[in-house]
């Protein structure tokens, strides 16, 4: 145990809070893999310096990917993040598809409990991160294929939707809390109901260390620039999905950003910006990949 410092600290409270890991793993780790290394406050009590809690939460992100606590604490805190960067080696794309497949047919069958627990066995599964690149963002546009194409009523569309954003809800409030920048407004404009996508981007985002405020979807425009004044937002992010009328979106994204604070960025991604001229001040991110390359490039600051 080291001695008490003028480094910031948090509580062992705080920092179960902050990191989901319970105050008995953190002291087990302790004991077993030396990390990790509380001071002592003017009580005795333990207390943790923020680059030890910002490894803990990256140590936390990990494990829910299926990495083993006693090898991540082993890593050095470059590699750990390395580890950590949103690239990922993606499945077989046979094995992805197939149990893309697998998910539309327990849907098609309209057996409600099934595909609830098909999806919660492939979040438990994969983790966050992969369960939305590899799962839901796939499943997702073959369920708009699928309601295209006829072979699925409105309905089918609707309960898959709405199933996958309760389960995308509980896992983000799960994710601890952020305390860094950038700050992220997320909502979507009048006339743009889907909010799958908007969800997908909060949580990568969130597991990237963004602080993210959601306000859902159809906010007036005068509102979210009101909002990210009053929320101090540096960034906002847009969602619009390929129902969303295309002549409408450049006059849209024109007179938000005309709102908004000239400091504050406007992101607008989803499929309904795919191959749309940029409007001035705006930053196109029709993937979800494109969006945390945007994050990424922000940087974050503790």
Request: aromatic residues 4%; contains cysteine.
């Given at each position: 145990?080291?001695?008490?410092?003028?480094?910031?600290?948090?509580?062992?409270?705080?920092?179960?809070?902050?990191t989901r890991l319970s105050k008995?793993?953190?002291?087990?780790?302790?004991?077993?893999?030396?990390?990790?290394?509380?001071?002592?406050?003017?009580?005795?009590?333990?207390?943790?310096?923020?680059?030890?809690?910002?490894?803990?939460?990256?140590?936390?992100?990990?494990?829910?990917?299926?990495?083993?606590?006693?090898?991540?604490?082993?890593?050095?805190?470059?590699?750990?993040?390395?580890?950590?960067?949103?690239?990922?080696?993606?499945?077989?794309?046979?094995?992805?598809?197939?149990?893309?497949?697998?998910?539309?047919?327990?849907?098609?069958?309209?057996?409600?409990?099934?595909?609830?627990?098909?999806?919660?066995?492939?979040?438990?599964?994969?983790?966050?991160?992969?369960?939305i690149e590899q799962t839901i963002?796939?499943?997702?546009?073959?369920?708009?294929?699928?309601?295209?194409?006829?072979?699925?009523?409105?309905?089918?569309?609707?309960?898959?939707?709405?199933?996958?954003?309760?389960?995308?809800?509980?896992?983000?409030?799960?994710?601890?809390?952020?305390?860094?920048?950038?700050?992220?407004?997320?909502?979507?404009?009048?006339?743009?109901?889907?909010?799958?996508?908007?969800?997908?981007?909060?949580?990568l985002f969130a597991l990237d260390?963004?602080?993210?405020?959601?306000?859902?979807?159809?906010?007036?425009?005068?509102?979210?620039?009101?909002?990210?004044?009053?929320?101090?937002?540096?960034?906002?992010?847009?969602?619009?999905?390929?129902?969303?009328?295309?002549?409408?979106?450049?006059?849209?994204?024109?007179?938000?950003?005309?709102?908004?604070?000239?400091?504050?960025?406007?992101?607008?991604?989803?499929?309904?910006?795919?191959?749309?001229?940029?409007?001035?001040?705006?930053?196109?991110?029709?993937?979800?990949?494109?969006?945390?390359?945007?994050?990424?490039?922000?940087?974050?600051?503790?």
């Open positions: 145990m080291t001695t008490m410092t003028t480094t910031t600290t948090l509580s062992i409270a705080a920092v179960e809070r902050e008995d793993v953190l002291r087990v780790w302790e004991r077993r893999y030396g990390f990790p290394q509380p001071v002592r406050d003017a009580h005795g009590e333990r207390c943790y310096p923020a680059d030890q809690v910002e490894r803990l939460r990256l140590m936390k992100r990990l494990m829910d990917q299926g990495h083993r606590p006693g090898a991540l604490a082993a890593l050095a805190p470059d590699d750990l993040a390395a580890l950590a960067a949103p690239e990922r080696r993606a499945p077989a794309p046979d094995a992805q598809a197939g149990a893309v497949a697998q998910l539309l047919e327990l849907i098609r069958a309209r057996d409600p409990a099934a595909v609830r627990h098909a999806l919660r066995q492939a979040l438990a599964r994969q983790g966050l991160e992969r369960f963002a796939p499943l997702t546009a073959a369920v708009g294929g699928c309601w295209e194409d006829g072979s699925f009523d409105v309905f089918d569309e609707h309960f898959y939707t709405e199933s996958a954003q309760q389960l995308l809800r509980q896992a983000i409030a799960d994710l601890p809390g952020a305390r860094q920048e950038p700050r992220i407004l997320l909502t979507t404009v009048p006339g743009e109901g889907h909010g799958l996508g908007l969800l997908m981007a909060e949580a260390g963004a602080s993210c405020i959601s306000l859902g979807t159809e906010t007036p425009l005068l509102d979210i620039a009101r909002a990210c004044s009053a929320y101090r937002a540096g960034v906002i992010a847009l969602s619009f999905s390929a129902a969303y009328p295309r002549r409408q979106l450049a006059p849209v994204l024109a007179q938000l950003r005309q709102a908004l604070p000239a400091e504050a960025e406007l992101w607008a991604g989803g499929a309904g910006v795919a191959k749309l001229d940029a409007p001035a001040g705006v930053r196109l991110l029709p993937t979800l990949d494109s969006g945390r390359q945007a994050l990424a490039g922000l940087g974050l600051r503790v």
